[in-house]
Every structure is written in structure tokens, then in C-alpha cells.
């Protein structure tokens, strides 16, 4: 089992910046792809980014320019920093995390919420 544990989460008024981070523990060995996850109120979930075992990343295009993702493998940590954000960037974000253990397992983290006022 592995558990993840995110924090950085907050009110910020438009324009802002925040960091999320996102700790991982428990049956950590072979993480592979790490992600932040959001989902706004009557929305569904959506992806803002993700980082490989190897730092290869990816942006959904929304955020790109204002959003970085970056891991510490030794630490099992990702992080999430969001410049400029924006009234809709409001949401839920959810730390993921996919662990190869002779297949695939995914695993979510409970979510910190994200309020950023106009």
C-alpha cells in the first residue's frame, strides 16, 4: 500500500502563487508517473500535470507558463508550483501516483483544496 499526503493548499487572491506538495509513503519502492489531479465543483476530474520516474513532464494546456511539477525520487515527494493563477484554477487538487509492483497500482491522496479569489 502506499499513502499520499498533500499540503500547500490555501486561499490566494488572483495573480498569487502557491505549492503544493504531495508525500508518499508506505510500499514506495518502483514509483513511476507521480500527477496532480483537480476537480472543480460540477466539474470532473481533470489532469494538470504530470512528472516521470525520470523527470519527463507534461501540462494540460490551461496551465502551461504558470504551473511546474517536480519530484524528489529520494524523498518520494512531488510538488506542484502555480504562478499567476487565476479564479479558475480554483478546485480540489489530488496528489497520484502509479506504482509498478507486476502491474500497474494506482494510488490517490485526499485532496487539498485550492481557492483563488478574483
Known amino acids: 500500500q502506499v499513502q499520499l499526503v498533500e499540503s500547500g493548499g490555501g486561499l490566494v487572491q488572483a495573480g498569487g502563487s502557491l505549492r503544493l506538495s504531495c508525500a508518499a509513503s508506505?510500499?514506495?519502492?518502483?514509483?513511476?508517473?507521480m500527477a496532480w489531479y483537480r476537480q472543480a465543483p460540477g466539474n470532473q476530474r481533470e489532469l494538470v500535470a504530470s512528472?516521470?520516474?525520470?523527470?519527463?513532464?507534461n501540462y494540460t494546456d490551461s496551465v502551461k507558463g504558470r504551473f511546474a511539477i517536480s519530484r524528489d525520487n529520494a524523498k518520494n515527494t512531488v510538488f506542484l508550483q502555480m504562478d499567476s493563477l487565476k479564479p479558475e484554477d480554483t478546485a480540489v487538487y489530488y496528489c497520484?501516483?502509479?506504482?509498478?509492483?507486476?502491474?500497474?497500482?494506482?494510488?490517490w491522496g485526499q485532496g487539498t483544496q485550492v481557492t483563488v479569489s478574483s
Open positions: 512528472i516521470s520516474r525520470f523527470g519527463s513532464t
Open positions: 508506505g510500499s514506495t519502492f518502483n514509483i513511476n508517473r
Open positions: 497520484h501516483a502509479i506504482v509498478w509492483r507486476g502491474r500497474d497500482y494506482s494510488y
